[in-house]
């Protein structure tokens, strides 16, 4: 009895080694200043601040797989401040579908906070993030 609660123990303990220590790969939305040629994102925040004649940031998406579509889309939402979302636009891009990672810049003219939901062309769901804008 007590090799079998020390094999399940040892074999608890490898379980959870594996799970803490191995990077979990999910999709992600990130907003950054520029972006690197393998992807990687360079002064990436959640905040920016703009100009009163607009600006433009990057929006990098990376995934665990490949898109497998031509087509994204960028689904963008004014949040107000008490957390509700008015529909802003939405911007589309070319992709290919072997690629795992993508970019595009956006340009925005508003000060505010917004979420933004990425869509294969099949409106299958990507990733999201929330982006806030201030003037400077």
């Known amino acids: 009895m007590k090799t079998k609660n ?8 490898v379980f959870s080694f594996i799970v803490i220590i191995s990077p979990l790969k ?10 690197t040629e393998s992807g990687e994102p360079i002064s990436a925040s959640s905040v920016f ?5 607009g600006g ?5 998406v990376n995934l665990p797989y490949i898109v497998g579509t031509y087509s994204i889309s960028y689904e963008i939402y004014n949040v107000d401040a008490d957390g509700y979302e008015t529909y802003d636009n939405t911007i589309y891009q070319d992709v290919e579908p072997k690629w795992a990672w993508f970019w595009k810049e956006v340009t925005f003219y508003r000060a505010g906070r917004y979420n933004v939901y990425v869509y294969d062309s099949d409106r299958n769901f990507l990733a999201s993030s929330s982006v ?3 003037y400077y």
Do not use: D, G, P
């Open 56 to 60: 433009y940031l990057k929006f990098l």
């Open 6 to 13: 020390k094999l399940i123990c040892i074999l608890f303990a």
């Open 26 to 35: 999910s999709q992600t939305l990130q907003f950054c200043e520029n972006v």
């Open 49 to 53: 601040n703009i100009s009163e004649k």
């Open 132 to 134: 806030r804008i201030q």
